[in-house]
């Protein structure tokens, strides 16, 4: 069974970092776009950033210029580096990847999810 396990959340003053992790374990041919989502309580999921394959990125308005999406290709692993975090970056964070499970079916799975709080 193909997952993805998130690592890497937590308690965090303003102004501080954090480095979230999601690995993708199971039996698979291959990885497309991997992201990251975020859910606020009492708001919808949103997007905080996405990397193709071959590195290409997308972010957020919100994030941009402090957040950095990185993965590692050969570890089946993304990355997402949080520095100079905010109040309003506090929401549970969700893994995302476009998975080819066989030669004919591509999955979009989700990790379990991390709590980031960002508070003094």
């Known amino acids: 069974q193909v997952q993805l396990v998130e690592s890497g959340g937590g308690l965090v003053q303003p102004g501080g970092s954090l480095r979230l992790s999601c690995a993708a374990s199971g039996r698979f041919f291959h990885i497309n776009d991997m992201g990251w989502y975020r859910q606020a309580p009492g708001k919808q999921r949103e997007l905080v950033a996405t990397?193709?394959?071959?590195?290409?990125?997308n972010y957020a308005d919100s994030v941009k210029g402090r957040f950095t999406i990185s993965r590692d290709n050969a570890k089946n692993t993304v990355y997402l580096q949080m520095n100079s975090l905010k109040p309003e970056d506090t929401a549970v964070y969700y893994c995302?990847?476009?998975?080819?499970?066989?030669?004919?079916?591509?999955?979009?799975?989700w990790g379990q999810g991390t709590q980031v709080t960002v508070s003094s």
């Open positions: 990397i193709t394959t071959e590195g290409s990125t």
């Open positions: 995302n990847a476009e998975i080819r499970i066989s030669l004919a079916t591509i999955r979009s799975l």
